[in-house]
């Protein structure tokens, strides 16, 4: 049934059929979160062995023979930089192994750039009207990182393949005070799109007219695919730039938050010859080092790459239940309906979906109300405004299966009621239960 | 032996003896390092239990519930709070549980300070000739960091029960470019000296020029008596501040690095209500949470104040053997000389060694040459410029006792012949050996 073509009684009728199985939901008392990216308790479970790696028994030295109990090894350890290194698909020597969170490492090189600039260039707190391109929907946490630091935050429009390379280069080639892009390249937050071979080449290619643009390249699901025997390549942005010769234009991050347990994992960034030294240098005054236990932890059980994609297998028969529960659902209700589109993410944590225009914010409340929590609309934009308030970012980690499906079809008896509620204003119709909806 | 009152003849003689002494000391090949605060091997193997404290059989929740595998919690868990609150001294409600280095929560908030201001006062950045105090002799790594962020430091000097308060006094609430002060409070690093009550009231009744000057009381050895039996008592700043009406004056800090695994352990800062929210509020753009799993080992294993106590006596038992020998070494080589002093702490990783003005460098000097690593002369004062050239940190943790018998008498040994060169020179004499010395 497209609502778009329904008469004024079809409509109403739709409408009061739907209210009717939204009351139903209400009835319920529900309470379901499909919010936030947290793996959900079967995939913490998956890697509780992991604290049984290092023992009293064990020897705490690193493959180079440092002492991991004591201070010192600024870099991480050579097995860390090593395994996050092939994750990434870089050379250990590219690599830093950090701390807890990525994102900390993000926010710490930002701050190093405000403060210092980045080989030399002059400090971004002093750069009037400096702006970062935001490729929409992406990544609130990102967003709001670079809002504090008093960037205008640009949107850029995310297609098929990879952000709208034309829109990006016109951006980054035209203006000096364009001083960074945020990229989630593989399974993208929340679309879930992998960045083609084609777009990384054209990130290669950029000519930004600011010397110190930099690609916040966070490959925060670069081994979280929920088909593991047909993974999705993604050619290495950071060789792509050595070639181009633009090595010192990327920073590239990733995590083993995701693979066992978020916050308790460790980080790593990738970057050129010239901005690790510019790194270490500014670091060397923050740090003695980072916790080389909990970096030989994660080595010793994941033990090599073959070991992480076993491991991440078993994550993936964990996620793909859910990601195709939510799919099937939202064909079910509303294929055909001309009133929303999502994305159908082969990896990462998130589906993207799209009301009718005007309706996210709507449809997002009237799921609350029942129960059942959803990002807040607009997150997915910077400053959480989208302009054409249609985005909701649908994370089906954390919740079981079944309250997926039951979260998933609110989602789209909102959608319908919401997109009804506009369609009936055009025709200036009066739906009863709708008023008291408003109201309630 | 007072070597200032030696004749000309007696001075060649002694020199001549003590000369002999270094020439043995060189043919021993000796590689030994007195130079950094790192616990040594007997004392690491203390804590080994530690690496059995969580399993694959551990409940991993936080005594609120928390689920410490996953993300959240900025402000670490509530076990951890009332742990490293304990040790400093505060309420749990004051305390926010970190990373793995205090040394990066300080860096945080210097960062913080320079970006945004604190509590909404002007960022730091912008303060032109800002001002840092730096009592001396300190800690190389905490000056190296205000000098990084662009302060002008300022020595203060130290005096037997803490920095000298008319000095700070004077600089603090003259002058509103000076934004701050380092301490370690409790066996400073290296003198060992604890702040009297007297000094720490004083600091609480400052009347900075600055709205937001404030105190980087670094407690890094708060729990680290040699005598536990016999330890110093410290009273908390951040409660007399408080009372003093300047709750927002000062930033605490510890870290369990030195009761454990230096570097895996965790990290605390302790400040008044509107500092916390303000740090959250900065924070919360930079991690989703600290990591969980190893607060919760942390606190598992030392259990309690009285298990740290425990747990810090036996690190005692090993420390003090090491700072018993390396003094009586001196007194035995040094005392009466009239060309040596040095401290007696009672806590702490280190010990402050003064020679005649214008020989620390020399002497530390001559011990490399003969194998014997210290910490660079002029390392203890800003911008590493002893203006005298007398300090010396000496650091007996991490090397056995064995070593650092014979690397303080050599120590000894050469202050006496930097010593006697000096005043040789005074003399008019010429020491044969010693113009060996300076060419070899």
Redesign the interface.
């Known amino acids: 049934m497209n609502y778009r073509e329904l008469s004024r009684k079809e409509l109403v009728r739709e409408y009061t059929k739907q209210w009717n199985r939204y009351l139903k939901y209400e009835e319920q008392d529900l309470s379901l979160d499909l919010s936030?990216g947290?793996?959900g308790?079967e995939q913490?479970a998956l890697?509780?062995?992991?604290?049984?790696t290092?023992?009293?028994r064990?020897v705490?030295d690193s493959e180079n023979g440092m002492?991991?109990?004591?201070?010192?090894?600024l870099d991480g350890i050579p097995e860390a930089k090593s395994l996050l290194g092939e994750m990434l698909g870089v050379h250990p020597e590219n690599v830093l192994v950090c701390?807890?969170?990525s994102?900390?490492v993000m926010?710490?090189i930002l701050?190093h750039a405000?403060?210092d600039g980045l080989l030399g260039s002059k400090p971004w707190?002093r750069v009037e009207n400096r702006k970062f391109l935001c490729p929409v929907p992406g990544y609130d946490?990102h967003f709001?990182?670079t809002e504090?630091?008093g960037f205008t935050l640009i949107p850029v429009a995310m297609k098929e393949d990879g952000p709208d390379m034309d829109q990006v280069r016109r951006l980054v080639e035209a203006d000096p005070t364009v001083k960074g892009i945020w990229c989630v390249p593989k399974y993208q937050n929340p679309t879930g799109v992998v960045f083609s071979k084609q777009v990384i080449q054209e990130f290669a290619d950029l000519r930004p007219a600011a010397g110190d643009f930099r690609i916040f390249w966070d490959n925060a699901y670069c081994v979280h695919g929920l088909y593991p025997d047909d993974d999705a390549p993604l050619p290495d942005l950071l060789h792509a730039c050595t070639l181009a010769g633009h090595p010192d234009m990327v920073y590239e991050f990733c995590s083993t938050?995701k693979m066992a347990?978020?916050?308790?994992g460790i980080s790593a960034v990738a970057a050129s010859p010239a901005n690790l030294i510019d790194l270490r240098k500014?670091w060397a005054?923050?740090?003695?080092?980072?916790?080389?236990?909990?970096q030989l932890r994660q080595v010793r059980y994941f033990k090599s790459m073959a070991g992480v994609k076993a491991h991440m297998a078993r994550h993936a028969s964990l996620m793909r239940p859910k990601f195709e529960k939510v799919i099937r659902v939202l064909e079910e209700e509303l294929a055909g309906s001309g009133v929303a589109q999502w994305t159908t993410p082969r990896g990462g944590y998130f589906l993207s979906f799209d009301t009718m225009p005007g309706c996210a914010a709507r449809v997002v409340e009237l799921c609350a109300r029942a129960g059942v929590k959803f990002t807040p609309a607009g997150s997915t934009w910077p400053y959480g405004h989208d302009p054409q308030d249609t985005n909701i970012r649908i994370a089906p980690s954390y919740a079981p299966i079944s309250e997926v499906e039951t979260a998933t079809r609110l989602l789209a008896v909102c959608t319908k009621l919401a997109a009804l509620e506009k369609l009936a204003a055009q025709y200036c119709v009066t739906v009863p239960s709708l008023a008291g909806a408003q109201t309630a």
Request: proline share 5%; charged share 20%; net charge positive.
């Open positions: 936030r947290k793996p308790k913490l890697s509780m062995k992991m604290m049984d290092l023992t009293s064990s705490l002492d991991c109990r004591n201070y010192g090894g701390g807890n969170s994102l900390t926010f710490d701050s405000m403060l707190s946490r709001a990182m504090h630091f938050s347990f978020p916050g308790a500014v005054f923050a740090t003695i080092g980072p916790d080389k236990l909990n």
